[in-house]
């Protein structure tokens, strides 16, 4: 059964740096992509950053220019490194893939998310 595994994330201040990490684990065919949702109190979960399998990138509005993802396809880990945080970067932070399991069966995994909490 695979599983994602997070590692990352804390409290820090304003300006400051954080890197969350995610690897699955468990038995799996392949990996579509790998990303990064967050979700504030009272807010919706969005998209912070995503990466596809041929290193294609896409980033949420808020983030562009400051977060940067990126992936090791050889040890299956996604990394996402944040800069200048904001205290509007406050979120619980959920690494999301879709793998494939199986020849024809691909499926959708969610960590079990991470604080990141910026002070100002």
């Known amino acids: 059964q695979v599983q994602l595994v997070e590692s990352g994330g804390g409290l820090v201040q304003a300006g400051g740096s954080l890197r969350l990490s995610c690897a699955p684990s468990?038995?799996?065919?392949?990996?579509?992509?790998m990303g990064w949702y967050r979700q504030a109190p009272g807010k919706q979960r969005e998209l912070v950053a995503r990466?596809?399998?041929?290193?294609?990138?896409n980033y949420g509005h808020s983030v562009k220019d400051r977060f940067t993802i990126s992936r090791d396809t050889a040890k299956n880990t996604v990394n996402l490194q944040m800069n200048s945080l904001k205290p509007e970067d406050t979120a619980v932070y959920y690494c999301?893939?879709?793998?494939?399991?199986?020849?024809?069966?691909?499926?959708?995994?969610w960590g079990q998310g991470t604080q990141v909490t910026v002070s100002s």
């Open positions: 468990g038995t799996f065919y392949s990996i579509n992509y």
């Open positions: 999301n893939a879709w793998i494939r399991v199986a020849p024809l069966r691909t499926n959708d995994y």
């Open positions: 990466i596809t399998s041929d290193g294609t990138t």
